[in-house]
């Protein structure tokens, strides 16, 4: 017994060894050794580890990557020198100002590394001995928010660094959300009906301030750094403290270069001007810093930023064309999007003839008129918006664009909901797109995955009234299908196949699937892990839908009004009728020594997630709840336990133990 508890410790040190050398080959370097499945079981093996040690809880293990359920409200940390900002110029001219100044205070020519400015939410990193202590924004530049339990997710970020680091440490760069993703955000929030983010910038500093880091997991980041503040080396340059941060696990970008003449510095801005493009993240500017640190001693700060640094601006590239009408979407929740369509015209490399205008207070905003001459513009953001009006070039008599009454498509009266800025069509059953959105909604990947069925195949199904509703996909036989233009023998049959195959996705996925509003997959998955089966959570009022991680009042309104409609409980039914995974799989216990008792969690504890304590819990047959009731047994209390659970627990008898106290009982039960 005792030579497995060992060895079972020992892998743990060397699975985090390895998991975390892995990261960095796959994440920094970019080139990993391993695939990705044996990644991810390694990664599971050391998650179950852990679980059953929790005595060897470390908050950066690369099993925390994953987040935690904490609702943190950010507490603020004082920065141990401000975080500047950099003064900004726009043309060669104010460049030339700059090379000029820095060289003449330092009485030589000097070398300027030329850096991309990336356009995210700047960051300071701090390390401790080789851990990632803390995490902060640049808030005031003087005060930050803490959001080191959200930027531990990152996996750019190292949690552990290699080498031969510095034991006091802080890193600044800048937190991203690359475009592909940010899209796919975009995509994944539309399709739930939560308002889509302006640019990635917003993106990055909003996934930041997420109060639940395991959602801030989720969300597509990276970081890039780009200056070194230690005192225990004497770097002579600042190439040589990138390049030594290199060697300790850091990002720095390889597009960075030091340029010894002014004409080298137009040279990299006139490249990357047209390059950024290409780049899979948006970039706004050009950083021009010097690069001998005796000489930025020398030339020092001004209050808002240093002399030894300028930022060169991109100009946001422009195009002015005639807007043609406004057309009005409506999206698979009923949302309504006006949209911009202009005569075609050329812009920062693409054709561009729409542009999103997102809602009403946009087209107020802009006084927009039919035939108007409207100036777009590509800003680092590749996605064009219309920024402005040539009022002047406005023709007499011409028309304001007006937002419609009614529902573009069916003819619906629109409806706005309180407090939002959308307005809806209302029309759920019987408004096409709304139809077709939800039909492709059910078969998308990380929903029913049934690739066989794209848009256009089943836009084809809707028309032909082979596909009326989600339950309508298990009827549809290959001969159906073969009536229709655009499918074969071959691939009739793989549809129909794949269709087949859905029926296993397990439960949270179909809930997903489904297509209730604001219920993402990650909703989905809290309330298939709270409530085990549909018929809990048909039969569940909003306030025990309340009670589950996560959800707040607007998700468990929109599930109650979703399962009161007879409609949806038939449409479950057939579902359900079809061999779809109505209720979650049993787990296999790890013992039963918890069995029949019912657990409360609260407050934060040092040696475990609260997600991993529930996991255990639950693993030794313990029931976990949100609130205490009269059934509750114990409640396991960490830091900064409520006093309102305090005195409920109290008032009601309920035992309150720690977590060490909860350790005893599952080994001596
Ligand atoms: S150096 C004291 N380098 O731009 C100046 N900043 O407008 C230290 N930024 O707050 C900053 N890319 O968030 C530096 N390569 C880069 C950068 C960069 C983006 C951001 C940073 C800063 C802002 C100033």
Redesign the pocket.
Known sequence: MESTQVSEKERIIYLREFLHEQNHKYYVLNSPVISDMEFDQLMHELQALEAAHPEMADVNSPTQRVGSDVNASFSQVRHNRP????G?TYSRQEVADFYNRVCSDAGRSLDISC????????ISLIYEDGQLVRAAT?GDGVVGDDVTRNVRTIPTVPLRLKGDYPQTLEM?G?ILMPIAGFEELNKQRADIGEPAFANPRNAAAGSLKLQNSSLAAERPLMCML??VLTDERDFQTHYESLEAAKEWGFVISPNYKICHSLEEIYAFIDEWDVKRHDLPYDIDGI?L?VNDLAVREELGLTAK??RW?V?YKFKAEQAHSRLLEVTFQVGRTGVVTPVANMEPVQLAGTVVKRASLHNLGIIRDLDLHVDDTVVIEKGGEIIPKIVGVDVEKRIDGARPVEFPSVCPVCGATLVRIEGEAAYYCPNYNGCAPQIVGRLTHFVERGAMDIEQLGDEKIELLFRHGLLKDIADFYTLTAEELLSLPGFQLKSANKAIEAIAESKKQPFERVLFAIGIRYVGATVAKRLASAFKNIDNLIAAPVEQLKAAQDIGEVIAQSVRTFFDKEENIQLINRLRDAGLQMSMKEQVLASDSLSGKQFVVSGVFDAISRDDLKALLASHGGKVVNSISGKTDYVVAGANMGPAKLEKAQKLGVSIIGYDDLLKMIETE
């Open positions: 975080m500047l900002s950099l900004n850096e991309l400015k990336f356009d995210g939410t700047s640049r600044r800048e780009y200056y950083v810093k930023s240093p640094a930022a």
